[in-house]
């Protein structure tokens, strides 16, 4: 009796689709980032007539509370309707009229409740259309399609400079570019994206064909991985300035901006490249494992460094290995989630990676620094990102 033949592969996605698709998850970081970054700071500074760290710290928190609990919520909703679409667009519409009303906004307050509303419908856009990349695109694409993922930060980084160029817009009315600006990159990879869903990457599964124990750990080392890498990322994002100014006291506010928004330019193109070549060899997991050792060598630079040029060298190593790890590690996540029919719930635990250490990281540099210096910092940074190379090395090799 002859074997019945295997399911054919999913079909691939055309290039257009898997574009339009790179461009509408970058929509999510324009979404954010200019308004956490710039708009946000500068909001409460005109309320109170003066920069309030302690306020801008309870909205971070409390912001990130709240999209790390709503993450997995909508993530759940959209597994239960096994529909991606419609929740991105109510959660487009949703965020982008409480984005507006945050400018309207007439106290500190106000802003902090607005901004707690504002991350859960933001995603309700984000949670199903991270999880629609999982019903669209085959393991084959995953490294590709990690790549372009890449190009999230980098847009979200000039979004922010965009948006507050001198004279392009009017103060009052950034909040609106933000939303159009949002709205023009997310919709027509929505618009034109229908039936590209692929029914075999959909289908629920019950048993996997590795050990159940086998499989819990490759998730839990890719989660610890990534989480290990955010850390180091957010405390410098946090802290470059600073930094920087401790080599070089008149160093400009603009100058670590620009420093940072062609890093993440930098790291779009080799993003691209690696995911290619991960795809055509069958290497998922080397990629990660290569930049995070990459992330590690560069904080030591940066350990190490006594003159600015020095540190920025280490800074730039740093960034754009770290750039490519999380974009690349993204799109691999897909591919260990053990059960389609709770990918877009899965996807809200992983999210926590991104938040959680928005909320400790800055604390824990506060108590760290003053006591240690920068230098034990980024040591400590290096370390973990070696961590990060070491658990996703242990399976490298049987992906």
Partial sequence: MNAAPAD?????????FLALFALAA??????????????????????QGSEDVAALAQVTFLGALMASIANIA????????????PWIIAGLIA??????????????TEII???MVWQVALNLMLAPLMAWAGDCFPDEQKGVLGGALALSPALGALAGSL??????????????LVAVLVSALVLPAVALGKGRERPALMAPILRTREPRPFRQRVVARMWAARLLVQVAEGGMFAFLLYWLRSLAPDYPENGAANIFSAVLVCAVPISLLLGRWSDRHGR???????TAVLCACGMLVMAAADTLALAIAGYVLFAIAAAIFLALHASQTLRVLPAPQHRARD???????????GMVMPWFTVLLVPRFGYGALFVLFAALSLASAVLLAGFARRR
Avoid at 74 to 85: A, K, N
Avoid at 284 to 290: K, S
């Fill in 113 to 115: 409740v607005l901004v």
């Fill in 347 to 357: 996807l809200g635990v992983f999210n926590l990676t991104n938040t959680v250490p």
């Fill in 74 to 85: 909508v993530g759940m909703l959209s597994d239960y309707s096994r529909t991606r679409r």
């Fill in 284 to 290: 998922p997991i080397q990629p990660l494992v290569a």
């Fill in 8 to 16: 054919p592969p999913p079909q691939r996605q055309p290039r257009w």
């Fill in 163 to 176: 948006v507050t160029y001198a004279g392009l817009v009017a103060p009052e009315a950034r909040l609106m």
């Fill in 26 to 47: 970058a929509g999510g970081a324009v979404a954010y980032v200019p308004l956490l970054t710039v708009l946000l700071p500068q909001r409460i500074a005109d309320l």
């Fill in 95 to 108: 965020s982008n009229l409480l984005l507006l009303a945050v400018g309207r906004a007439e106290s500190v």
